[in-house]
């Protein structure tokens, strides 16, 4: 006997992919079954609304699966689509690089305070750690600059490279592969560096959801130490640079106390500390 093949709208989809992926625990599982059932038919989510009624074909079902199959497993969304909102603009995204966080746009808006407020017309930048270059892209997309932006991994910086081409910026962004352990000698000649460092200690990591420590790339949260390695690096380095260094760092929750008293260890006393959105300080202004 043959059965009769079961058509699915649009309407019908979104319910039971909704219902599995709050089932499995994923946040907002409506809007992640919205968002990826938009990627598949590469459509916008007021579309999805206009078209509840829709049949979908077999192979826009047939990718759709596979697609809440691996959000089911817990692999970001972002990797998924391929895709990330930052600063208002739109960045490419694979697992060699971290998901850029809506708190990290606060890094952004710091800079260009910073840059505005000492009137710096065209300030050179470094960033250090970029990955996706979502943060020096999103300061290049604002005002004239000229940025060095380095990172430890090269399939990172491929990924920045094309992320700095579709948001035209590469004028103003050179991308480096450098250590900030070995290949970083001085900071002396930037009016600004700018980082958001593997700041999760290592022993933090077994508590993280299952997205972040399965799926994002592990050199990108944590130094594998305390989380603070890279704030005594960057110190040191501001230290035996000629000049005086500003340098603006994203911190991570609750982190303040360790590296407020990292900061006085070092009898540094020209720094602030910024709150997010959810009020938590966020990010460090050093003056070194
Ligand atoms: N600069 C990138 C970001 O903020 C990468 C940071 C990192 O990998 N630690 O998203």
Redesign the pocket.
């Known amino acids: 006997m043959n059965e009769a093949v079961k058509t699915w709208r649009i309407i019908d989809i979104l319910k039971v992919s909704e219902k599995l992926l709050g089932e499995k625990g994923i946040d907002s599982p409506r809007l992640n079954a919205e968002l990826l059932l938009c990627n598949t038919l590469n459509s916008e989510r007021m579309k999805l609304y206009l078209d509840f009624e829709k049949p979908l074909t077999q192979s826009e079902l047939d990718n759709y699966r596979i697609k809440i199959k691996r959000r089911l497993n817990r692999e970001p969304l972002q990797y998924i689509t391929g895709s990330a909102g930052?600063y208002g603009l739109s960045f490419e995204v694979n697992p060699s690089?971290?998901?850029?966080?809506p708190e990290?746009e606060l890094?952004v808006e710091k800079s260009l305070d910073f840059i505005k407020k000492r009137r710096l017309e065209n300030p050179k930048l470094l960033?250090i750690?970029?990955?996706?270059?979502?943060?020096?892209i999103a300061i290049a997309s604002s005002i004239t600059c000229e940025i060095d932006a380095v990172?430890i991994s090269n399939d990172?910086l491929m990924v920045a490279q094309i992320n700095s081409e579709t948001n035209n910026t590469t004028p103003k962004i050179t991308f480096r592969n450098k250590d900030l352990f070995n290949d970083i000698q001085s900071l002396a000649g930037y009016d600004l560096i700018i980082?958001?460092?593997?700041?999760i200690a290592l022993d933090e990591i077994q508590g993280l959801q299952e997205e972040v420590k399965d799926f994002e790339?592990l050199?990108?949260?944590t130094d594998n130490k305390d989380g603070l390695e890279f704030y005594r690096k960057i110190i040191e380095l501001a230290k035996y640079s000629d000049g005086i260094t500003n340098i603006l760092l994203?911190v991570g929750d609750g982190k303040k106390e360790e590296v407020e008293s990292l900061l006085h260890k070092n009898k540094i006393t020209k720094y602030e500390f910024y709150k997010d959105l959810l009020k938590t300080d966020r990010v460090l202004h050093l003056e070194i």
């Not at 750690?129 to 020096?136: E, M, V, Y």
Request: proline fraction near 14%; glycine fraction near 14%; charge should be negative.
């Open positions: 930052f690089v971290l998901i850029p966080r990290t890094l960033e750690g970029t990955g996706s270059g979502c943060i020096s990172d990172a980082s958001n460092p593997p700041y790339p050199g990108a949260l994203e």
